[in-house]
């Protein structure tokens, strides 16, 4: 079975520029998950999908981070313009129909901003 | 509301010692408690994860965990440290089903000693 997948691996941009991250989930799998993690931090969720619909966006800066999961597979993650506080780590992870939502996560794309 | 808290932040253990990584836990509900390892630029993988059945759980390369609810512990340990164990470890909770967000604690960073 595939496993999450993700690209870039890795981007390097200048501060106000723009970026793009996609993720394709575990196949069947319908919950998908953007996380942040900065250097020596735990992940923090930025936001959920069940679907194509958003189940928690709460911690997702709205002014500068979009998200979206068109049909309910692929997801792209945007930031607009970025800063230098952007540079992170993004996991994607995607979990299915066990009771315990397990999530499964991708390599993640290590985003630098300069 | 939830948190975890992982005390030590660098753990060194010389090559065939115990294991030992602390987790602590809050959780207004029964919780859903997960171990995940990341090796250097790669994404996370699950060790184990405690759903309430057995106490004590058996994860991949010979970890297991054991989950105390007097104690709101669920401490990571393995009997004989190898090598190949260095890497991040994230304790990580979540409220289960219909609410499966994960929140991580900061992580624990192993270093064996040869």
């Known amino acids: 079975e595939a496993g999450v997948a993700q690209s870039p691996r890795y981007k390097i941009i200048e501060k106000r520029q723009s970026v793009a991250f996609w993720c394709n989930p575990i196949s069947g799998h319908a919950t998908l998950y953007w996380y942040q993690q900065i250097l020596g931090q735990g992940p923090k969720l930025l936001i959920q999908f069940q679907n194509n619909g958003v189940v928690d966006d709460s911690q997702l800066p709205k002014d500068r981070f979009s998200a979206e999961r068109l049909k309910g597979v692929d997801s792209t993650l945007k930031i607009q313009p970025a800063k230098l506080e952007d540079s992170a780590v993004y996991l994607c992870?995607?979990?299915?129909?066990?009771?315990?939502?397990?999530?499964?996560f991708g390599p993640g794309t290590r985003l630098l901003v300069l | 509301a939830q948190s975890v808290t992982q005390l030590g932040s660098h753990v060194s253990v010389s090559e065939g010692a115990l294991v030992l990584l602390r987790c602590n836990y809050s959780?207004?509900?029964?919780?859903?408690l997960f171990w995940y390892v990341q090796y250097p630029n790669q994404g996370l993988q699950l060790l184990l994860k405690y759903t309430s059945a057995a106490t004590l759980v058996k994860g991949i390369n010979g970890f297991e965990a054991e989950f105390k609810k007097s104690e709101t512990s669920f401490h990571l340990t393995k009997p004989s440290a190898h090598m190949s164990d260095a890497a991040e470890y994230f304790c990580?909770?979540?409220?289960?089903?219909?609410?499966?967000?994960?929140?991580f604690g900061t992580g624990t960073r192993l270093t064996i000693i040869p």
């Open positions: 959780s207004s509900v029964p919780p859903y």
């Open positions: 990580a909770v979540s409220a289960g089903f219909g609410n499966e967000k994960l929140t």
């Open positions: 992870a995607s979990s299915g129909s066990d009771r315990v939502g397990t999530q499964y």
